[in-house]
């Protein structure tokens, strides 16, 4: 077992745990209810504290602000927490807050995300894997991000919105409501344009999955069904092609569990 490389400047609390291979940057302060996984890299000047536990290999650049109290005057300084996954990279000035006891009391990401420079992650976010965010994305409290999502740079997402996996947002977009699975858009306010074909081609997903995709986004968004109306189409289409069953039920589920309505063209 390797010990941790602590800078001299650096300020490790007592009961901050620190993995096998654990760096700490120049002037960067570790709080006491701290857990940072092997392998992980805390750059100089950053604050990680609160509840938080972070997995292995992650990333945090110059200036980091992790596990902060929420920006929500309804806080009392509950215990809530942050958990973060395993190979995660946070540039310059990335803010994450930890949860609060009005939702579930955690904020939490999976792993190998890429967050830039100037990223705000409120209380109660709920991130997937594989998402990128670019430079200064603003999420605030309570959003929910699947896997694989793409969040262009300057973009602004309102409280309790819940973006689909494989989604992708141009930059300076103004998301006010649900974007589902798939979906590449952009805009104020965020409009859909289509299916994200070349991300999901990447992806492994195969021709007939996207071009039932694409048929599925027929059925939302160019046929003036109202979401309940679009769903019993999109079950039809599912029950018309089992072998792409599973990529129409991820857009099902998504659907069903809207609550602010999705975003329309």
Known sequence: MTAAQIHPTAIVAPGAVLGDKVSIGPYSIIGEHVRLGAGTRVGPH?????????G????????????????????????????????????????????????????????????????????????????????SVQLAGHIHIGDWAIVGGLSAVHQFVRIGAHTM???????????????IGAGDSFRPVG?????????????????VLKDAYKIL?????????????????QAD????????????????ASNRGIARP
């Open 169 to 183: 947002i141009g930059g300076t977009s103004s998301v006010r409501q649900d974007v589902p699975p798939y979906v």
């Open 56 to 135: 292995p290999d992650n990333h945090f650049y110059r200036f980091c602000s992790i596990g902060g109290i929420p920006q929500d005057k309804k806080y009392q300084g509950e215990p809530t927490t942050l958990e973060i996954g395993a190979g995660n990279t946070f540039r310059e000035f990335v803010t994450v807050n930890i949860g609060t006891a009005q939702d579930v009391g955690a904020t939490r990401l999976g792993d190998d995300n890429w967050i830039m420079a100037y990223v705000h992650i409120a209380h109660d976010c709920q991130l997937g894997s594989h998402i990128v965010m670019a430079n």
């Open 46 to 54: 950053c604050v990680i504290d609160g509840h938080t536990t972070i």
């Open 221 to 237: 968004y160019r046929r003036k069904l109202d979401v309940e109306q679009a769903i019993q189409a999109l079950a039809a289409l």
């Open 195 to 211: 299916i994200n074909s070349e991300g999901l081609s990447r992806r492994g997903f195969t021709a007939a999955d996207i071009q």
């Open 241 to 256: 092609h089992p072998a792409e069953a599973p990529a129409v039920q991820t857009l099902l589920d998504f659907l069903r």
